[in-house]
């Protein structure tokens, strides 16, 4: 490929970059955007996940103590997610989602039975909470336990309501 081809072919990718760019800031267009997409599509994606794992790390350390007893004894952390008011920056909403689940051998029929359910589990945000104040309370320790800014619960007390 001549100089001046690679040239025009660099020219076309930069003319249709911003345009696909637009365009798919357009298609995602609201009030509200996932964590992970704010301030702009996948911007705190490394931050989000890092969160989501530490999350994770501190529910599966109080689970067996705290609630995670009776019918099911093996609750895990399948995902955390928020929206986020892309004008205010403040935190909409979040939920955790919980499974747990059993397994059973019949013993008449050899087959292994499932039992098991999820939960959706929300929250207790205040108002006009920041992305950055939530992302300081959920990443310490014993983030779970403590409560969340400016609110008297903490995401263990929306739990513990939630999955009993």
Known sequence: MTR????????????????????EARADTGPYVDLVDFPYHEANWDRFYDLQDHLTREFHDLC????????????ILL???CSVQVASGSVG?????????????????????PDSRTWA?????????????????LGRRD?????????NQSMHDALFDCLN
């Open 79 to 81: 995902q955390f997610r």
């Open 4 to 23: 001046t081809n690679r040239m025009a072919c660099l020219s076309m990718v930069l003319a249709l970059f911003p345009a696909t760019v637009v365009g």
């Open 64 to 75: 067996g103590a705290r609630y995670c007893q009776g019918a099911y004894a093996n609750h």
């Open 121 to 137: 589990c929300a929250a207790p945000l205040v108002p006009g909470t920041s992305v950055e104040a939530l992302h300081a309370a």
């Open 93 to 113: 909403a979040c939920t955790m989602v919980i499974g747990a689940g059993n397994l059973e051998v019949d013993a008449t029929s050899g087959k292994v039975v």
């Open 143 to 151: 983030a779970l336990i403590l409560p969340l800014p400016g609110a």
